[in-house]
């Protein structure tokens, strides 16, 4: 890998690492070169701010759940509906993984810092809100699949899927505000039972 390359890649990753464990105020660009190994000065090169940075790992982090988990989740070799519970379980086994490591359940990245700093900073709330409306996207073409395949009948597949995300990422603020990753396990099953009737 290019040292420029790697140096950019080292801090992207101290920052997620950092401002996911903890928080977006708690975490300084010192912490963030501290914990790369590398100067402010390398910092400034490649970001030229915390925001900038964050705004970068929100879009590797998005990268990475869609591949990860929403790609895998939503694969079409099981019904749709039970793509939505999927959905939910391997969340639960990474925020599982994440306890395992960490000792704490530290939630949703997105969630996170969409609760820290949407009414603090417009282009972070703007991505978070980004980011959420594509997740929401993909929950819709589910519901669109499950209705067409007979499983569902008579919902509006906007709301439902709104409602669904909105569930999804209660959850995960339940659990993290509790340190209890279980309540996702006996919650999330309930997801794929949502249903918003038309108007």
């Avoid at 101290?14 to 914990?35: F, N, P, T």
């Avoid at 879009?59 to 939910?88: C, H, M, S, W």
């Amino acid at each position: 890998m290019h040292p420029n390359v790697d140096t950019q890649q080292r801090i992207l990753d101290s920052a997620r690492e950092l401002i996911y464990s903890r928080s977006y105020a708690d975490v300084g660009v010192a912490d963030i070169c501290e914990h790369a190994g590398v100067k402010k000065g390398s910092f400034y090169h490649f970001f030229p701010s915390k925001r900038d940075l964050t705004l970068a790992v929100l879009d590797a982090y998005y990268l990475e759940i869609k591949t990860n988990l929403v790609a895998q989740a939503f694969a079409k070799d099981i019904p749709p509906l039970a793509r939505l519970n999927r959905f939910g379980q391997l969340a639960y086994m990474f925020q599982k993984q994440a306890l395992k490591d960490t000792g704490r359940v530290l939630g949703c990245p997105f969630g996170n810092l969409a609760s820290e700093m949407a009414t603090q900073d417009e282009p972070i709330r703007a991505k978070v809100e980004q980011i959420f409306s594509n997740l929401q996207g993909g929950i819709r073409l589910v519901l669109r699949e499950a209705m067409a395949a007979g499983e569902v009948q008579d919902i509006d597949v906007e709301a439902t899927a709104q409602a669904m995300l909105a569930y999804f990422e209660g959850v995960m603020l339940l659990a993290k505000s509790n340190n209890d990753v279980e309540i996702m396990g006996q919650l999330f099953p309930a997801m794929a039972q949502i249903r918003i009737s038309p108007r």
